[in-house]
């Protein structure tokens, strides 16, 4: 049996209404009693506590809190007496005082004296008089006199406080919160005939006595009125709405203006809009086709669309080549620039005679030819770093020893070490086996052996230590020397890159053997960094553990 939509949106909506009423009815009956009391109760703890405040620092000053009373009401009368927008309430003499300035007569009073008003405790009292309906007294407990009121009982209110400090109150309160200090209850009194909410005890200075009084409402009967008044009104409103809903929803919930939408959508190539809907009626057969439409044409458009972002990604990868091109040609002509005008100008000095002499002909032809090596290096380095990072110079993996190719290099490097005063350590026994490309894997220890020499400083010491860690090799090399600055550490691997570009040039540096470093990782799929240390700086790469290569067998020596 087809399920009308209309009855079911008319049946959620009374459902709705009948379901907020009874939330409503059952949060006043239970809850709404206990928190206006609540309510109350921290306002007048929180005015205790604000008045407290304000009371200590006039007596931590120094000062008689019935004096700083009368001095603050004689200012009051003095600056209202000019204004007779603001009259006086009461006496000035028995102790009265005076109507808080409203913010509309702020421009009147002018801003400074608007303020001076309102911090002192003179209108911190009546702030809370006027805002929360609190009547507060003061009394001198010395003197048993009444230094201030914020009410016209205050004859009575001023001998309350003293008869509840004597143990003399009323029978008929309910104590609420009780402190060190003071204590909240809630009073009935008969005087008046209402519930009223007193706090009454001392300020911290022991001296001044005081009784805070705030008329509680007659909750029980507001709850009760309210409660009525809800029910009277969601009633009628049910019964309206209703009427109302039952003759709107044919145009508001009709399944076929939501098939319309949704074909509008798919006409705009919105393809996740679907139907929705579970009815087994003529209209969820239709939204069902059309959804089977909507992921077919989502389909087609999606291969339509990946083909578009891979063109993207192939017009972005050519700019991206264009662009590494230019900065590589930027750099290159950079670094060419000096060593090519040293060589030319030595060069014309020579052609010109200005090197009469024999030993200055060496020296000119000795910084041609020096400049011309530095060319060839760094164009040696640029060949196998763009053969490295293009994939053209792929790793030979094999496995070998990699504490004998250290020994033997640092025995093939002595004579340099010697000329730069290093004292080398390895001293590292036994066979350690790594799969890798041997050539490779000698080039990177060159690059940080030589980036260690040229910034040898200190005790020019070079240490050189392996250790093996599960399936991975890691081989440090560290130098004493100067450290390197925090913040240039991530971009030692970038091509070009020079800490010190003074000291670089001097030694001949490119800045290009710790790319290539980067770059023979990379190919090798493992890791590289760097690190201050204690005085001095240690680099370190990684490669993969191997176990002691096969010895061959005796037919294939005798190939051999």
């Known amino acids: 049996m087809k399920k009308s939509i209309r009855h079911r949106i008319m049946f959620l909506f009374i459902g709705l209404m009948a379901g907020v009423l009874l939330v409503i009815w059952a949060i006043n009956t239970w809850w709404l009693e206990g928190y206006y009391t609540s309510r109350k109760v921290r306002v007048m703890e929180e005015a205790y506590a604000t008045i407290d405040r304000a009371v200590m620092e006039r007596v931590n000053a120094g000062e008689n809190i019935g004096d700083v009373i009368t001095r603050e009401m004689d200012r009051e009368w003095e600056i209202f007496s000019q204004h007779p927008r603001y009259p006086a309430e009461g006496d000035q003499a028995d102790g009265g005082y005076f109507r808080q300035p409203s913010r509309e007569g702020e421009e009147a009073l002018g801003e400074e004296i608007f303020k001076e008003l309102e911090t002192t405790l003179l209108g911190t009292i009546r702030r809370y008089g006027e805002n929360s309906n609190i009547t507060i007294v003061l009394v001198d407990s010395s003197t048993g006199k009444a230094v ?317 230590r392996t250790a093996r860690e599960e399936d991975r090799v890691t081989v440090w090399v560290y130098n004493t020397g100067p450290r390197i600055p925090q913040e240039d550490l991530p971009n030692l691997w970038t091509k070009f890159y020079k800490v010190d570009k003074a000291r670089t040039r001097a030694y001949g540096g490119s800045g290009i053997g710790l790319s290539i470093v980067k770059a023979v990782m990379d190919a090798h799929h493992q890791s590289c960094g760097v690190a201050n240390v204690e005085d001095g700086v240690e680099f370190y790469f990684t490669l993969e553990a191997a176990g002691q290569p096969d010895l061959p067998t005796e037919s294939e020596e005798e190939r051999v």
């Open 148 to 464: 201030l009121n914020s009410g016209r009982d205050w004859s009575f209110l001023a001998q309350k406080a003293q008869s509840y400090v004597l143990g003399q109150g009323n029978n008929n309160t309910e104590t609420l919160v009780k402190h060190e200090n003071y204590v909240v209850e809630k009073n009935h009194d008969r005087r008046r005939g209402g519930n009223y909410l007193e706090s009454w005890g001392f300020f911290s200075d022991n001296n001044t006595l005081f009784l805070m009084q705030m008329p509680l409402a007659s909750i029980r009967e507001s709850v009760d009125l309210s409660n009525r008044f809800t029910t009277y009104v969601g009633i009628a409103a049910m019964i309206f709405g209703s009427v109302v809903m039952y003759l709107a929803t044919w145009q508001v919930a009709n399944p076929v203006m939501k098939l319309a939408v949704l074909s509008e959508r798919m006409s705009n190539l919105d393809f996740e809009a679907r139907y929705e809907g579970s009815a087994q009626d003529e209209i969820g057969i239709l939204g069902r086709s059309m959804n089977k439409l909507s992921q077919k044409l989502k389909e087609t458009i999606g291969e339509l669309k990946a083909a578009n972002q891979q063109l993207q990604h192939d017009i972005e990868e050519k700019i991206q080549i264009d662009e590494m091109r230019k900065e590589f040609i930027a750099n290159v002509s950079h670094e060419l620039k000096t060593p090519i005008a040293l060589i030319q100008g030595y060069a014309e000095g020579l052609t010109e005679g200005m090197a009469e002499d024999a030993q200055s002909r060496d020296y000119y032809c000795e910084v041609i030819m020096d400049e011309a090596g530095k060319m060839n290096r760094m164009v040696k380095q640029l060949l196998t770093l763009t053969a490295l990072e293009f994939g053209n110079d792929a790793p030979v993996m094999t496995t070998f020893d990699i504490r004998e190719m250290i020994r033997d290099f640092l025995n093939s490097a002595s004579v340099l070490l010697r000329q730069k005063d290093a004292h080398v350590v390895f001293g590292e026994e036994g066979p350690l086996y790594v799969r890798a490309d041997e050539f490779k894997t000698e080039e990177v220890l060159r690059n940080y052996l030589a980036n260690a020499m040229n910034h040898l400083d200190g005790q020019r010491m070079i240490r050189v």
